[in-house]
C-alpha cells in the first residue's frame, strides 16, 4: 500500500486548495478513504471520509459546508477541496486507508496565513 498526498502548499485567509492523494498498492474503488490533519501541537483530527460507493462523512464540525472529499476510482486518487480556508484549518493533511490496518501517506503540509 502506498499514499501520496500533494496539493499543500501556503494560501490566505479564504483562499482554497485542493489536495490530491495518488493510492497504490490495493483495489481502490473497493475501500473507504479518509483525510486527517494533524495541527501543531495537537492530535492527529479524522476530517472526512469517502465510502467505496462514494458517500461521504463529515467528523470534523469546523469543517462542514467548507471541504469536500471526492474520488476518482480510474485514477486511483481522492480529493480534498478546501474553500473558505481559515487560519486554523493550518496543519499536515494525510490520507489513509484501512486494509488489515491503517495505512498513511507522508502528509502535505497546508499553512492559511496572510
Not at 493533511?93 to 496572510?114: A, D, E, K, L
Request: glycine fraction near 10%; proline fraction near 3%; charge should be positive.
Amino acid at each position: 500500500v502506498q499514499l501520496v498526498e500533494s496539493g499543500g502548499g501556503l494560501v490566505q485567509p479564504g483562499g482554497s486548495l485542493r489536495l490530491s492523494c495518488a493510492a497504490s498498492g490495493f483495489t481502490f474503488s473497493t475501500y473507504s478513504m479518509r483525510w486527517y490533519r494533524q495541527a501543531p501541537g495537537k492530535e492527529r483530527e479524522l476530517v472526512l471520509e469517502i465510502s467505496d460507493t462514494g458517500g461521504t462523512t463529515n467528523y470534523a464540525s469546523s469543517v462542514a459546508g467548507r471541504f469536500t472529499i471526492s474520488r476518482d476510482n480510474a485514477k486511483n486518487t481522492v480529493y480534498l477541496q478546501m474553500n473558505s480556508l481559515k487560519p486554523e484549518d493550518t496543519a499536515v493533511y494525510y490520507c489513509s486507508v484501512f486494509r488489515f490496518r491503517r495505512y498513511w501517506g507522508q502528509g502535505t503540509q497546508v499553512i492559511v496565513s496572510s
